[in-house]
């Protein structure tokens, strides 16, 4: 059965939900989004036999801390906090969308407690088109007409015929503010290629606010630490998608359990 702590990391204090034995897997979900869209990848994991910790990001569903002010090295430092209270160090670390910069820079940070870390839908430096952008705004944003924010939904995040309910719903726009400007107030050759870490990265070919691109470019710049994986018919939210074809992407490359 999980169980929940409370950590606390400085000013933050994070609700951390932990399940399962075996080596630690830290699961890190995306812009403004809870912990609960990596609950259909993490229940695998624990079948596998591993053990899984999925912090809510600050400033949602329970967790609390400071928005404003803040950089990658902040939020990574809550993550190194996670690891110390849960214990089970070198973690494996995986990240999605923007939980992959969060993992990098970890991995940066504190490379004692870090041995691989998986990025799901990087992005970067194939920046999506102008009406994928679009797309992502009106899907993003609070006012957009329902029906068009489900079409902006299917269109930005969703390979064909995947179930887009739930990011339908969700979000923080706060966090997602406070996490963007983060990002902007870090330098990007702190924490792109993750430190001196082994980096797996998985990609779904129909992505389209992260192209695949992305992930081909990051292979090429961390060279042989790094492995790349590719799946069809996936788009940028992998694991809500089809958590089972992550998984069975993903569990190969794991160290033991």
């Known amino acids: 059965m999980p169980s929940t702590l409370q950590v606390t990391a400085g000013a933050a204090r994070l609700t951390v939900t932990v399940e399962g034995t075996g080596r630690l897997l830290v699961l890190l979900p995306g812009l403004g989004r809870p912990a609960a869209d990596l609950h259909g990848l993490a229940r695998l994991l624990v079948a596998a036999g591993y053990r899984v910790a999925l912090p809510q990001p600050r400033g949602m569903d329970g967790s609390d801390g400071p928005l404003e002010g803040i950089t990658l090295h902040d939020l990574a430092a809550d993550i190194a906090a996670v690891i110390h209270a849960v214990g089970g160090a070198p973690a494996v670390v995986i990240g999605h969308a923007f939980g992959n910069r969060v993992a990098r820079t970890l991995a ?110 990051l292979k090429q710049e961390i060279g042989a630490r790094a492995t790349l994986v590719e799946l069809p018919d996936l788009g940028h939210a992998l694991p809500v998608e089809d958590a089972d074809a992550v998984a069975r992407a993903v569990l190969p490359h794991l160290p033991p359990a």
């Not at 390979?159 to 969700?170: C, L, S």
């Not at 726009?173 to 990002?183: E, F, G, H, N, T």
Request: glycine share 8%; proline share 10%; no cysteine.
């Open 108 to 217: 940066a940070d504190f490379p004692d407690l870090v041995e691989l870390v998986v990025l799901l839908s990087s992005s970067g430096k194939v920046q999506p088109s102008p009406e994928i952008a679009e797309a992502i705004r009106l899907a993003q944003a609070t006012d957009t007409p329902p029906a068009q924010r489900e079409a902006a939904v299917r269109a930005a995040w969703f390979g064909p015929g995947r179930d887009i309910t739930p990011w339908m719903t969700g979000w923080s726009q706060p966090v997602m503010r406070a996490y963007l400007a983060a990002a902007a107030a870090t330098p990007i050759e702190q924490w792109w290629t993750a430190g001196a870490a082994r980096v797996l990265i998985v990609q779904g070919l129909d992505d389209v606010s992260a192209p695949p691109g992305n992930g081909r470019l």
